[in-house]
């Protein structure tokens, strides 16, 4: 089972019934991966072998105090979260070490939620820092440390590069993650990207939520026991126990029940659950990635979504743009699309006008749509040319999709009292379609009319004007 978090908790108090009583605290939360000291003058030999977390400190140690400890620690490892732990008489000298770099302090008592909610929050807080030193690294450097992960996405998008750079920061965080984006975008193949990104060694488990009732979903989630209900002749583990080490991705979260959304808050918030017929909850390492195309943030504000599970969800997000913004796609889906259809197959040709045709349409069922078309235009062609007879009609039962010309598009071209030259005219074409097709030669090359080559010529000669033209 995957530890939490990734790097251990050190605790460190010379009295070890508290060091024992407040690890089982922790691991009954979910932290189990706990280094345990009683003498604070061999912390520093721990550190320099062992990259730690969190730190849990008392104040009032033998050999080395507690805060002796915070001095050395902040100056070796100023990363370090620490949590002073101290007695009621010593809250002043613990507001002293919160100046001298400690992260906070809690008074030591039989209750220990407040400091096992302070650990967790420390956690928390140093995981957000290592993703945004990440993120800062990978987009000044315009870099993907893992470019093969993406592979199964087929895009030249500087948008999905982006978007790229930051899953692959955000890969190895314990904390949820929401996609969004409209209706055939690829949501479930980037929750696997995630997945196959964070190094865990449990499973990828989907599970589409839409239509479900909150009975159905409990079961289908949490599972339950023996005799829990008629029927019910064994005992089901549950998807929750099936993503164990690993990531449960819930699909289409928006069309989620209010019963169990508060069922769903709960597992996300504390990572534990109740098995349908049980009394005692069960914790989970799961990560949770949802998805939706419908913005749960409009949802909350119409009471439709409860905006605690979703800032919840929300603690990072990725939003994939449909297909019309990212038209300059549409050259490399295609062929990695006939590729498919064309395995048992020989290859036909693809018609130069196909570029310009989907140039205009909006996609609203986006690469999912695509697939569609291009799969069943195949499907009716001879080995020489692709059939465009059946993505045209296509096209044509869907005029609300067909892009229409914005204001401005078509008049770019005054004629005054003088006519501009040709070589103007030419000029203005390539401008014009380079700025169109999101500059992708191929689709400009192809709403010109021109070979790809051509156009490469216009664009270097565009680049070497200078003065006015001939």
């Known amino acids: 089972m995957t530890k939490f978090p990734s790097y251990p908790v050190l605790l460190v108090d010379d009295e070890d019934t508290w060091l024992r009583s407040f690890s089982l605290a922790l691991k009954s939360h979910g932290i189990d991966n706990i280094i345990c000291c009683n003498d604070s003058s061999t912390v520093p030999e721990i550190l320099a072998k062992t990259e730690i977390e969190v730190m849990a400190v008392d104040l009032a140690m033998p050999g080395m105090s507690g805060q002796d400890l915070i001095d050395t620690v902040s100056a070796t490892n100023p990363d370090i979260p620490i949590l002073v732990i101290t007695g009621m008489s010593q809250v002043e000298t613990a507001v002293q070490c919160i100046k001298r770099g400690a992260f906070d302090f809690f008074v030591k008592t039989n209750d220990k939620s407040s400091l096992v909610s302070g650990i967790r929050h420390a956690i928390e807080i140093r995981e957000l820092k290592r993703e945004n030193s990440s993120l800062r690294t990978r987009f000044l450097q315009d870099t993907l440390e893992h470019p093969e992960a993406f592979a199964p996405i087929v895009t030249c998008s500087k948008a999905m590069r982006s978007i790229f750079q930051y899953i ?14 409209e209706s055939g975008v690829g949501k479930e193949l980037v929750a696997k990207v995630i997945h196959d990104l964070s190094g865990r060694q449990g499973e990828f488990v989907p599970v589409n939520v839409a ?29 929750v126990e099936n993503a164990k080490a690993g990531t449960l991705f819930l699909d289409e979260i928006g069309d989620l029940p209010q019963a169990s ?9 504390e990572r534990e659950y109740l098995p349908i017929g049980s009394d005692v909850t069960r914790k989970t390492d799961a990560r949770i990635i949802a998805a939706t195309n419908v913005d749960p943030g409009v949802m909350a504000e119409a009471k439709r979504f409860r905006s605690d599970l979703y800032y919840r969800l929300r603690a990072h997000h990725v939003h994939l743009p449909p297909l019309r913004e990212r038209r300059e796609d549409l050259p490399l889906l295609i062929d990695h699309f006939m590729r498919q259809g064309c395995q048992q197959r020989k290859r036909p040709a693809v018609p130069v006008e196909l570029l310009n045709l989907l ?26 040319e692709l059939n465009l007879d059946r993505i045209k ?19 770019r071209l005054q004629f005054g009292p003088e006519l501009p030259t040709l070589k103007h005219v030419c000029a203005e074409l390539v401008r014009e379609a380079m700025r169109r097709t999101g500059n992708n030669q191929a689709l400009a090359a192809s709403m010109l009319g021109v070979s790809r080559q051509a156009l490469n010529k216009r664009l270097n000669k565009l680049r070497q004007m200078e003065g006015p033209e001939e």
């Open 393 to 411: 009609a296509h096209v044509r039962k869907n005029p609300a999709a067909s892009r229409k010309v914005q204001p401005g598009e078509g008049t």
């Open 211 to 239: 239509g479900l009732d909150d009975n159905i979903f409990a079961d289908a989630l949490f599972g339950h026991k023996k005799g829990a209900f008629t029927g019910a002749d064994r005992a089901r583990p549950g998807l």
């Open 261 to 269: 959304q508060v069922k769903l808050l709960r597992l996300v918030q």
């Open 359 to 384: 140039a205009s349409y909006d996609f609203p069922g986006n690469i999912r749509e695509l697939r569609f078309l291009i799969l069943d235009a195949l499907s009716c062609s001879g080995d020489d």
């Open 168 to 181: 692959e920061a955000i890969a190895r965080s314990t904390q949820p993650v929401l996609i969004t984006g």
